[in-house]
C-alpha cells in the first residue's frame, strides 16, 4: 500500500466505550497500526483505512464464496444447547446462505443478509435461495421480530459494532439470543507467541480485535446477559508460578485433546504412568496447569482456539 492511502486513514475513538485515550501496540506485518484502548482494554486499528477503502477490498476479492460449514454446525450446536428448535432465525452476513439452508431444513423460519451481490447470486443459484442483499443498517426489520440473530465472522470487520449489537437488540424478541463469532485475541497461540504482530489474524479486513473480556464489556453495554462462550476451550488462569490455578470450561479438556495431542505423552507418562490418550480430564487440566506456569500467562481469561462463539440473552426491560 503506498504511503498516499495511509494519509487517507483515520484515527478513530474505542468502538466499545468512546475512549479518546489510547496507546499504540504496535504496527503489524501488513503495516496496520494496533492500539488498545485505555479506559476498557478494547484493541483496533487506528488510525485505520476508511469504509470505503475496505469496501473496495471486499468487493475485490471472492470473499463471499467461502463457506464454513464447521460454524454452520457450530451453530446448530448452540441452538440445541439453549433448547432452540424453531422460530425466527436471521442471519446477518450470510455469505451464500448455507446457515439459513440448514436452518429452514430444520423448521426454522430462516433469511439471511449479506451485502454481497455476489453472495445473493451464489445463493439463488447453488440454494435456490433468496438472501438479501443488504447491510443491517439498511434494512428495514419491525423491532422484536426474531428468536435469533446470528452473526459469524461480522464483528471483527465492523466500523461501528456497538450500533449493530444495539440493532441487533431491537429486533430481537423479548427473551431472544445473539449468537456470534469471531478471534479471540487472548487465545494461547497469540500469547505463546509473545505477542507478535506477525500472528495470523492480524489482517486488513479484521479493524477489531475482540477478547472474552472485551466481549462481555460490548455485551454489557448493549444490554444483553451474562454470555456463553462455546467451542473455545476458555479457561481462567490465578495465580502465577508454581501456584497457579488453572480454571476450565467444560469445553476445556476436548479443545486441549486436539490441541495438544500427542505432546502430553511425557508428562503422561512421568504424573500418571500412562499415555495420554488414557488421561482423565482432571488429569489433563493438572498437566496443563503445571504446564501454565511455564506459559507465564498472567492472570485473565484465555482460549485454546484462536475462535470464539459467543450466546447471549437479551436484557427485558419489564
Ligand atoms: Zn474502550
Redesign the pocket.
Known sequence: MGENAIKDWVEVN??????TE?EAVFKTRDGHFLAR??????QFYSPRPTSQQIEAYYHEEEFYEKTNITAVEIVMDILAHHNLHQGKLLDIGCGVGALVALAQKKGWEAVGLDPSPRAAELAKQVLDLEITQSYLAESNFEPETFDVVVLLAVLEHAFDPLAIMRQVKDILKPGGRVIFSTPNLDNLTYHLMDHKPEYSWFIKEHINHFTLKTHR?LLKTVGFQEPEFHMCGHFTIEGGGADVKLLPSPTFPRAARSLFAGSLDAPAQNLFAKSSAALSDSELVEILRQQAGLWNLGEGEYSLSDAVYVSAQKVDCS
Open positions: 474505542c468502538a466499545l466505550c468512546d475512549s489510547k484502548c485505555v479506559n476498557c482494554g478494547f464489556t
